[in-house]
């Protein structure tokens, strides 16, 4: 007799995982499936071993050139980049063979197979092909992931560029790197690479780099790695591209051409449904994404999805939340998915961290807001980490002073972003926030350093 799973999660990358450990901690009998390898993008090819090799960067620079700056000096430092990828696929493997632990552990049956939905059985189950098996379960929880999304660029099926995946697993460093797109991913890239002394060009069609991320941030983000040689090119189009180089287009429309050794497409991300079955289910898309409720609920009521197929913030910890509420949902726990404080974080050097709105948004809705906003380096800890660098650390409030916002340019931000998301989630006031004892001397105490002392209404 075939057994009937109470669920099936499709997807074993940070939403898949943690979903499905947590229904089989708390009773139901759960199965995942994973085509590619358990982890999903996140451990394999994104935050995971983007950071390791970020990390080993970051070391790179304060030992050498940066060093001096804090009386360190050091001659003939290099990094030995077969040892730095060997290091990152040390650290996947770990983490790989914990998640498959994880699963033995807490009875999670593993399938490594490409998981098909076909219909429903005459009981109304679930049926879900994979490795040559049919498979049958009560709910199911979508969790595919992303993939990189390439545009129709004239000429790019010709040339052998890179995405993330190729450019974690670099051989060697190019002569000159050109990274279309200048977003989250690809400016961690040209962090990375150009902390490795590889001249980089990033090309990028909207005004500003980093998305919707703060304005004065991204700003201030460009000309610091501006003044570390890096070319950037915004409002423009790339139109063609050819071995060894870029064609672009200006915002006044003169064409140039950007040589580069190596070629870096990062224009964003793509959910991945095709070949998934959902039309099997009648399952409702949009705009190539599948469309949830408060409970993640798809337009079938018991089959769920979470992570980047949703469309909605295509973050590994948005995934995880909001894995946790499909379950809650399934055990009948009172829960509900809020977008209202996600986190977000830039990796480069220095790192970028935001949450909640910002001054842009609030000002295109006519929101009434106060901007706190004070220098890193009113922390002493933040100058002592950070020879001769500034940093920004910037709240928004409401009328009411329920803080709203915040965006941080300095390393370590990423550390205790936390603690204003907390207060964004729970309508925290400047003034309750003030009342919290921070403990000194840290960084983090520039949130308090920002919202005390000031005087009261």
């Known amino acids: 007799m075939t057994a009937i799973f109470d669920l099936a999660v499709i997807g074993a990358g940070p939403g898949g995982d943690n979903a499905a450990e947590y229904a089989s901690a708390n009773g139901l009998k759960t199965i995942i499936f994973e085509k590619n390898n358990v982890g999903g993008v996140c451990l394999n090819e994104g935050c995971v071993p983007t950071k390791t090799i970020l990390h080993s960067a970051h070391i790179y620079h304060k030992a050498g050139a940066d060093g ?19 290091r990152k696929n040390k650290i996947i493997k770990k983490f790989s063979a914990g998640i498959r632990g994880d699963f033995k552990n807490h009875g999670v049956e593993l399938v490594m197979a490409e998981a098909v939905l076909n219909g429903k059985d005459t009981d109304g189950n679930y049926r879900i092909d994979a490795g040559g098996e049919t498979y049958l379960a009560k709910h199911i929880l979508l969790a595919t992931g ?6 129709p660029i004239p000429g790019l099926d010709k040339v052998d560029y890179w995405t993330n995946k190729e450019a974690l697993d670099c051989k060697e460093l190019p002569k000159s790197l050109t990274v279309i797109g200048g977003g989250v991913i690809g400016m961690e890239f040209v962090s990375f690479f150009n902390t490795m002394g590889v001249p980089v060009t990033v090309v990028e069609m909207m005004p500003k780099i980093l998305g919707p991320m703060d304005e004065e941030l991204s700003e201030e983000l460009m000309k610091t790695y501006e003044k570390r040689g890096v070319k950037f090119y915004l409002n423009t189009k790339v139109v063609e591209v ?23 497409v990062s224009v964003g991300r793509k959910a991945v449904t095709e070949g998934l079955g959902l039309d099997s289910l009648g399952i409702k898309t949009e705009r ?35 894995g946790q509420v499909a379950v809650h949902h399934l055990l009948g726990v009172e829960d ?18 935001s949450v909640g709105a910002t001054e842009r948004e609030l000002k295109l809705n006519n929101i009434p807001y106060e901007v706190l906003r004070l220098p890193m380096s009113y922390s002493g800890r ?16 409401d009328a009411e002073e329920k803080i709203i916002g915040a965006h941080l340019l300095g390393n370590t ?27 000194h001397p840290t960084i983090s105490e520039i949130l308090f350093s920002t919202t005390y002392p000031r005087k009261r209404r």
């Not at 994404?289 to 948005?318: F, K, R």
């Not at 950070?386 to 920004?392: C, F």
């Not at 998301?421 to 006031?429: D, Y």
Request: net charge negative; aromatic share 6%.
């Open 336 to 353: 509900a998915m809020s977008y209202k404080a996600i986190p977000a974080i830039v990796y480069t050097d220095p790192e970028v961290s």
């Open 288 to 322: 190539g994404a599948v469309p949830v409720n408060e409970h993640m609920q798809t337009s079938d009521p018991n089959v769920y999805a979470c992570g980047d197929i949703t469309g909605q913030a295509l973050l590994a910890h948005v995934a995880r939340r909001e």
């Open 382 to 397: 933040f100058i002592i980490e950070n020879e001769q660098v500034n940093g920004i650390c910037k709240v928004l409030t």
């Open 146 to 151: 992303s993939r990189s999304f390439i545009p």
């Open 242 to 264: 050819a071995p060894g180089v870029v064609y672009a287009e200006l915002p006044e429309g003169e064409r140039i051409e950007i040589p580069g050794d190596r070629i870096m």
């Open 68 to 86: 001096r700056k804090y009386a360190v000096s050091a001659e003939n430092i290099e990094v030995a980049l077969d040892k730095l990828i060997a």
């Open 413 to 439: 931000s990423s550390e205790f972003i936390t603690i204003i998301t907390l207060a964004v989630e729970k309508g925290m006031t400047v003034d309750e926030l003030s009342r919290i004892v921070f403990p």
